[in-house]
Each structure stands twice: as C-alpha cells, then as structure tokens.
C-alpha cells in the first residue's frame, strides 16, 4: 500500500516557465512533508519541507503547498532553470515513526530550453 | 555542511558472496538509514539504527543484516549475494530530537551482483 504517490512519472517544463510537482498520501499520521532532489549518480539532497499544521512554505524559487482536506502536497518552482533537471521525490514523516520517512516514487523533471 | 560518506561508488560482486557496504557519517547524528533506490519504485528502507548496537528492520530487510558498532559507521551486510540485490545502495543519517530533522545522503553504491 503506497502511502505517498507521485502519480507523473516524468514532467517537462519550458525554461523560465513554472514547475509544478505533485504528491499525494493516504496516511493522516504524516506530520512532516518534505521534497528532495536527486541527480544522477548522486545522492538525494533536501529541497524543502512543510509541517502539517502549515498550509504554505517558501524558499526562494521553491514553494511547497499542503492542502490537508485533499491530502495532497505540490512543490513550486518558480522560475525553472537548467539545473533544476532532476528527480524529485516526495516523502513524509509519520508522527509515531521513529524518524523514519516515507518517499514517493519520484517525478524525473526536464527543464527545456 | 553534514558530510556522509559511502566506502565505494560502483561495486561488482558474485552471486553468493558475502559483501560489506560502509557508510560514515561526521555530524555526530544519532540516526542513520540504509534504503535502495530501484528504477520506478522509489527510495526504500532496509534498515535503520538509532543509537549505536541498536537496529530496526525497515520496510525490506531480508537478506540484509546491519552493524553499528561506533556513531559514526553504519554498514550494511549482504550475507549471500544474489542476482536481485543489484541496486543503488544509499545511506543516510540525520539527529534525532524534537522537531524535525531532515536526513542527509551520501552518493550512492551502485552494486552490481553477477
């Protein structure tokens, strides 16, 4: 039972445009929600996360949407660059979980030129 | 910045064979996790440890065992190799506490077993 999904295995994006990833989980444990980055042949970094009593975070040209009632999470991007071509996984944290997190299976993301 | 460091980046082993990855980490984090990442299925935990001699079993254990002896090493043991443990191998570690603690990642072992 996947308990975060990331419906769009792959998504492409004109340079300068927005991205827009989304996510979504079935667990309402979740207490943290968080999106990494990963490039080939490395390992993931973190991008930015949302605690669930929040609804918006915002980091720059990052920005992370929580609509709890819909249980559903996007990350922004805004304006897409080059080097922001990567997988980004979703993932979330269970409030009961030890400090373990649950990822998503990733969205590869193509920025466009 | 936090450091965690994987003894190798590419490995190829046999079927069979016992194999040892290491993964170190600097930050003095209490916490540290092992996951495979396999294409279309995501990142998933093997094994973690929260305290030195102390494991748990994550979500895909079998055929994996753990050691923690010091904070800083965490290794993850394959005790027979097979054909369907060739995977990109990650490790990762973060502080425990309240408040949440976003875990760091080394670069990866891709392991090769033939």
């Known amino acids: 039972d996947q308990q975060v999904k990331q419906n769009s295995p792959s998504l492409s994006v004109q340079e300068g445009r927005i991205s827009i990833l989304n996510c979504d989980y079935t667990?309402?444990?979740?207490?943290?929600f968080l999106w990494y980055k990963k490039y080939p042949a490395e390992g993931p970094t973190f991008l930015i996360s949302?605690?669930?009593?929040?609804d918006k975070n915002e980091d720059g040209r990052f920005t992370v949407f929580l609509n709890k009632s819909a249980k559903h999470l996007s990350l922004h991007i805004v304006p897409s660059q080059p080097g922001d071509s990567a997988v980004y996984f979703c993932?979330?944290?269970?409030?009961?979980?030890?400090?373990?997190?649950?990822f998503g299976k990733g969205t590869r993301l193509h920025i466009l030129p | 910045d936090v450091k965690v460091t994987q003894s190798s980046r590419y490995l190829v082993k046999r079927t069979g064979e016992k194999v040892f990855l290491e993964c170190v980490q600097d930050?003095?984090?209490?916490?540290m996790f092992w996951y495979r990442q396999d294409p279309g299925l995501g990142l998933r935990l093997i094994y973690f440890?929260?305290?030195?001699?102390?494991?748990e079993k994550g979500d895909i254990p079998e055929g994996y065992s753990v050691s923690r002896e010091k904070k800083e090493r965490f290794s993850l043991i394959l005790e027979s190799a097979s054909t369907n443990q060739t995977s990109m191998y990650l490790c990762?570690?973060?502080?425990?506490?309240?408040?949440?603690?976003?875990?760091?990642f080394g670069d990866g072992t891709r392991l090769s077993i033939l």
């Open positions: 990762a570690s973060s502080f425990a506490g309240t408040g949440f603690q976003p875990q760091h």
């Open positions: 667990n309402s444990m979740f207490d943290y």
């Open positions: 949302i605690s669930s009593i929040k």
């Open positions: 993932a979330a944290r269970n409030v009961y979980g030890d400090d373990k997190i649950i």
């Open positions: 930050m003095d984090h209490e916490n």
């Open positions: 440890s929260y305290d030195v001699k102390m494991k």
